[in-house]
């Protein structure tokens, strides 16, 4: 199972990316999007889950990302409007089988892709 995430640039605040993450392989009960900002730990960002209800947010991007899932294509999708100078950071998508209540914790996650760097300037 392999996940390649693109889509990541420098950008000013208030702009919009999309991040793309292709998967191969199996597929997975949860698809989710994590960040790192430098000198911080990875932080949940979003996950995709239909058999768990659907999508979850950070609160902090709640209302300016959307997370999607084109089944037939296994990609995994970051719709990021309205970027903030403290959403810079590399996004990583990962893969795995998390119970619900674990759906926002990177270590329930299996795999992981290489990641994006995100920068938005002020």
């Known amino acids: 199972v392999q996940l390649q995430a693109s889509g990541g640039g420098l950008v000013q605040a208030g702009a919009s990316l999309r991040l793309t993450c292709a998967a191969s392989?199996?597929?997975?009960?949860?698809y989710g999007w994590f960040r790192q900002a430098p000198g911080k730990e990875r932080e949940f960002v979003a996950a995709?889950?239909?058999?768990?209800?659907?999508?979850y947010y950070t609160d902090s991007v709640k209302g300016r990302f959307t997370i999607s899932r084109h089944n037939a294509k296994n990609t995994l999708y970051l719709e990021m409007n309205s970027l903030k100078p403290e959403d810079t950071a590399v996004y990583y998508c990962?893969?795995?089988?998390?119970?619900?209540?674990?759906?926002?914790?990177?270590?329930?996650?299996?795999?992981w892709g290489q990641g994006t760097l995100v920068t938005v300037s002020s």
């Open positions: 995709a889950c239909a058999s768990c209800g659907g999508n």
């Open positions: 392989g199996r597929t997975f009960r949860s």
């Open positions: 990962a893969a795995g089988n998390p119970i619900l209540s674990s759906i926002r914790a990177p270590e329930a996650y299996t795999t």
